[in-house]
């Protein structure tokens, strides 16, 4: 487990503060808050971002914004090449009031990393810069790539659903989660009822569906997530049909460089 290390957040003269981070697998960030508002991106790798209703996964091509105040955790599922903003507070008034995953377009992205990467805050460019990818945050397209978490009241319960965010494969039984999180079937069936209002084998479609999504963006195989879920091709592509409406190759993808 990480400690956040934001950039200086107590100069609220300049608009945008940037902050550049490498992280590995299997880091995982203890959840923090901030008090300016803070787009997520990374330029490549997979994150799982955990806030205290939902968690959101997190491929290249999407972002998440995160308005202030709200408290959050990273898993980072491979390697990560971050690239964050964090916004003022009354400029962060300006975008949604609630948690967001964002698709990033080509445009996003460079505006993104330019303000990351820019040295001169009182240019006319900077403040051009800083302006153009507002607009751009608030005509991004919003994602569905959320799964609802429960809160640390039950130590179980919360054990189980980041086993399962670890490793979504159906070959993991609820009874070894169970057991792993020294919980009996039973009582863990009744937290599920009772936290989210599911079941867990129903749960753990909607963190199937979140992850096969982030890996079909990055462009694996469609064969190769259902082995990794635990599917046959065939049964994967049912399931994602059932759940989405669509088979695994109709789901669209936002081309990078568009």
């Given at each position: 487990m990480a400690i956040a290390a934001p950039p200086d957040l107590t100069d609220t003269a300049v608009p945008v503060q940037p902050l550049s981070r490498t992280y590995p697998r299997g880091l995982y960030i203890e959840p923090h808050e901030h008090e300016w508002g803070q787009v997520l991106y990374a330029m490549s790798g997979v994150m799982w971002v955990e806030t205290p209703n939902e968690a959101l996964v997190v491929p290249p091509q999407r972002a998440v914004w995160l308005p202030p105040g709200v408290p959050h955790g990273i898993r980072v599922v491979s390697d990560l090449e971050m690239r964050n903003i964090y916004l003022r507070p009354a400029l962060a008034q300006t975008l949604d009031a609630t948690v967001q995953v964002l698709e990033v377009g080509r445009l996003l992205r460079e505006l993104i990393v330019g303000l990351v990467a820019e040295q001169d805050k009182e240019s006319d460019y900077y403040e051009a810069v800083v302006n153009l990818a507002l607009l751009e945050l608030k005509r991004a397209r919003r994602s569905l790539l959320k799964v609802p978490m429960p809160d640390d009241s039950?130590?179980?319960?919360?054990?189980?659903?980041?086993?399962?965010?670890?490793?979504?494969?159906?070959?993991?039984?609820?009874?070894?989660?169970?057991?792993?999180?020294?919980?009996?079937?039973?009582?863990?069936?009744?937290?599920?009822?009772?936290?989210?209002?599911?079941?867990?084998?129903?749960?753990?479609?909607?963190?199937?569906?979140?992850?096969?999504?982030?890996?079909?963006?990055?462009?694996?195989?469609?064969?190769?997530?259902?082995?990794?879920?635990?599917?046959?091709?065939?049964?994967?592509?049912?399931?994602?049909?059932?759940?989405l409406g669509m088979a695994p190759s109709q789901y669209p993808v936002v081309d990078p460089a568009s």
């Open positions: 039950d130590r179980r319960l919360m054990s189980v659903c980041q086993a399962v965010m670890i490793e979504p494969s159906i070959d993991v039984s609820f009874e070894q989660h169970a057991e792993n999180a020294g919980a009996s079937v039973r009582t863990l069936s009744r937290l599920f009822q009772a936290v989210l209002g599911m079941g867990f084998a129903e749960w753990r479609r909607q963190v199937q569906l979140a992850t096969s999504v982030a890996e079909i963006i990055q462009g694996v195989p469609v064969n190769a997530i259902a082995r990794s879920m635990g599917y046959s091709p065939s049964s994967f592509s049912d399931m994602f049909r059932r759940e």
